[in-house]
């Protein structure tokens, strides 16, 4: 079975067994499984698909050069591309749940992560 941590996200990607799981949305949840404060749904579940194939991406990209890079930062653009892809309404619905959010005052942390991965692998774009 899935270890205890790991029933506690509704996705992870294990590098390892190069293998992405995701919680099906048809499947009945639990009343506190509430990714961003919104009901699960069909929408979430493809959502953190999203955010689970970015940390794929990072990791063939990088392959054993992941480790110059801390997981606080691949979170970071896990969440960035996620949240992109979001349908706008979708999107609007989660910043709702957070009045308090704020916005980066500067795009130093933004700067910084591109300069690691320009330097570790070729640029995609």
């Known amino acids: 079975g899935i270890p205890p941590v790991k029933m506690q996200v509704s996705g ?38 999203r955010h689970e194939l970015v940390h794929v991406a990072i990791h063939q990209a990088l392959g054993e050069r992941i480790s110059r890079i801390s997981r606080s930062w ?3 653009m ?5 949240v992109e892809l979001m349908p706008e309404n979708m999107r609007k619905a989660v910043l709702d749940k957070y009045p308090e959010a704020t916005a980066f005052e500067s795009v130093e942390p933004s700067r ?14």
């Open 78 to 82: 896990a969440y960035a591309v996620q």
């Open 12 to 49: 992870f990607f294990d590098a390892r067994r190069k293998l992405v799981e995701v919680t099906s949305p048809s499947v009945a949840h639990r009343a506190d499984r509430m990714p961003w404060r919104l009901p699960w749904s069909a929408d979430i579940a493809r959502s953190i698909l």
């Open 112 to 125: 910084n992560i591109f300069g690691i991965v320009r330097v570790a692998s070729p640029p995609i774009w």
């Open 74 to 76: 691949i979170e970071f």
